[in-house]
């Protein structure tokens, strides 16, 4: 249920069919809330039988539970399109608000009013704990840029991403929540 290369995953499928055993890939998104409060969503992916077999233990975690395909791997590759989508939309969201801030624009006002507009998301949302750090995203997009090379898929925007999540975990901010890449946005625009 970890956040896998998809790579990684098949190898590690093939190790466990030779044993005679059976894996199912079901990684998952929701963060600590949603696991404190069993509303996981469960990318889930291997045989159909072999899924049908877990969905109880998988029902008891999640509110979403999706098979998504029949070979392990291809739950990791869902779970990497999350992290390719969560880790842009946090790096935009704070190039924007740097972008803001640069001419004086009061930042939580600004939370309030895109909170409610058209470019409101989940990521706008605040937590009270840190439930996601910076270095996970540099961890993510590195899977999410590793797995664009496995297939040859071209990824600019999520490498511009990791690299500014990189610059945050650079400067000693890679245990902070991962909204703090804010910080390196405003260092770069000369923003105190």
Same mark, same amino acid.
């Given at each position: 249920?970890?956040?896998?290369? %998809?790579?990684?995953?098949?190898?590690?499928?093939?190790?466990?069919?030779?044993?005679?055993?059976?894996?199912? @890939? !079901? %990684?998952?998104?929701?963060?600590?809330?949603?696991? &404190?409060?069993?509303?996981?969503?469960?990318?889930?992916?291997?045989?159909?039988?072999?899924?049908?077999?877990?969905? %109880?233990?998988?029902?008891?975690?999640?509110?979403?539970?999706?098979?998504?395909?029949?070979?392990?791997?291809?739950?990791?590759?869902?779970?990497?399109?999350?992290?390719?989508?969560?880790?842009?939309?946090?790096?935009? /969201?704070?190039?924007?608000?740097?972008?803001?801030? &640069?001419?004086? /624009?009061?930042?939580?006002?600004?939370?309030?009013?895109?909170?409610? !507009?058209?470019?409101?998301?989940?990521?706008?949302?605040?937590?009270?704990?840190?439930? !996601?750090?910076?270095? =996970?995203? /540099? &961890? @993510?997009?590195?899977?999410?840029?590793?797995?664009?090379?496995?297939?040859?898929?071209?990824?600019?925007?999520?490498?511009?991403?990791?690299?500014?999540?990189?610059?945050?975990?650079?400067?000693?901010?890679?245990?902070?929540?991962?909204?703090? /890449? =804010?910080?390196?946005?405003?260092?770069?625009?000369? =923003?105190?």
């Amino acid at each position: 249920m970890a956040t896998c290369p %998809p790579s990684a995953v098949e190898a590690i499928d093939d190790r466990i069919r030779t044993a005679g055993r059976r894996l199912i @890939d !079901s %990684p998952v998104s929701g963060g600590v809330a949603g696991a &404190k409060a069993a509303m996981l969503t469960i990318m889930a992916a291997g045989p159909k039988d072999t899924f049908e077999a877990a969905k %109880p233990a998988f029902d008891a975690l999640g509110d979403k539970v999706l098979h998504v395909g029949e070979r392990p791997g291809q739950g990791a590759m869902v779970k990497t399109v999350n992290q390719l989508l969560c880790g842009v939309h946090i790096a935009v /969201v704070a190039e924007a608000f740097a972008l803001a801030a &640069k001419v004086g /624009v009061d930042l939580r006002i600004l939370l309030e009013i895109m909170s409610g !507009s058209s470019a409101s998301s989940w990521m706008l949302e605040s937590e009270p704990e840190v439930t !996601s750090a910076v270095d =996970i995203f /540099v &961890k @993510d997009l590195g899977i999410v840029l590793d797995t664009g090379r496995d297939v040859k898929a071209a990824l600019p925007l999520a490498a511009a991403a990791q690299q500014m999540f990189l610059a945050t975990s650079g400067r000693g901010d890679g245990m902070a929540d991962d909204s703090q /890449v =804010i910080r390196s946005y405003l260092a770069l625009n000369g =923003i105190k």
